[in-house]
């Protein structure tokens, strides 16, 4: 009989199943489960984007690209960094295209990391980092972030941190779960600390459209001595609802990315054609929809913050992306027993705080990506949950 534990690598043996899966499986078995659990936009696609998707095929245009990604798409990808953040980007030398920002976000992780040198992860985050590192050999090292700092990455923190072996710095903001910004004296106050090190920052940057305050998102690259030390990681998902098309890149010094590229060249080969026509599509003529979605999205935040607030639950004010990670402690209950009895109880499906670092633990993350008749419906659902607990504490 074949022992299948020996023929396991021992890297992917050591990596946990998403904590966000588990839970998004659970509900879809429950008819009338109600869940908030995936970062997922519940807008469609934009019908300019889905038709220039459409033309394609109906042209016949469903050949390999270039590994990079078809020219055209890297120069609107480059005419949006000018645009955004007054970057340049070398679009044939300094950018690629990915499937999705995850591929992005391995391939960079895979490529800068040896065997044992340490990747500094600022937690609460999204739960890909540290399976990627562990995959790629590196040491994942938690940089806890507190509520009372906003859940931002303190350069005091981050000086503590680092160690002979330390090798990549993951930025991520805005966050996921949390919803924390860091504006530009903040980041600034990270890049004097990193200027000091020969430490490289993947600035994961997937969120940057949905920011709800009256400054722009800042760019880590931007800050002055960081865009030749930074890989930046952005695509459409969020931005643009994208998600199924599976569209990313990467951007970062060309010394970097024709290594980046060779993972991806050897793994991927290219990205899906279809997809990289409606990316130029997107990038063309999205502002306004992604405008018209960041507006839908403010409305919900204020909303969901006022409603759990009136519950009795402290709770963070997001600035970016869509999620609110409100505190549970009040309840006496651990995250994951919170979310377990809130999905029995009620049908009502949330991620355990958990799921996004040992730090995240009294914190359940709830997504205000889904309509204001979702979110009224599980809020009700949710008072019910925590007036029964109440009782039930007595």
Known sequence: MVNYDQMLSDRVKVVK?????????????MPHAISLGVG?????????????????????????????GLAELRSQIAALARRKYQLCYDADKEILVTVGGSEAIDNTIRALVNPGEEVLIPEPSFVCYTPLTQ???????PLPTRVEDKFKLTPEALRAAITPRTKLLILPYPNNPTGAIMDRDELQAIANVIRETNIMVLSDEIYNSLTYGPDRHVCFAEID??????IVVDGFSKSYAMTGWRLGWAMGPKELMRHICKIHQFGIMSAPTTAQFAGIEAIRTGDDDIARMRDQYDLRRRYLLGELRSMGLECFEPEGAFYIFPSIESTGLSSEEFCERLLHEQEVAVIPGSAFGASGEGHVRISYSYSMSHLREACSRMKIFLENLKQEQK
Do not use: C, H
């Open 40 to 68: 997922e936009p519940d807008f469609e696609t934009p019908w300019q984007i889905r038709r220039a998707g459409i033309q394609s095929l109906e042209k016949g245009q469903t050949f390999y690209t270039s590994n990079w």
């Open 17 to 29: 199943p998403s904590g966000i899966r588990r839970f998004f499986e659970m509900a879809a078995k």
């Open 225 to 230: 001595g960081m865009k030749e030390r930074t």
């Open 135 to 141: 995959m790629a050999g590196g040491v994942p090292v």
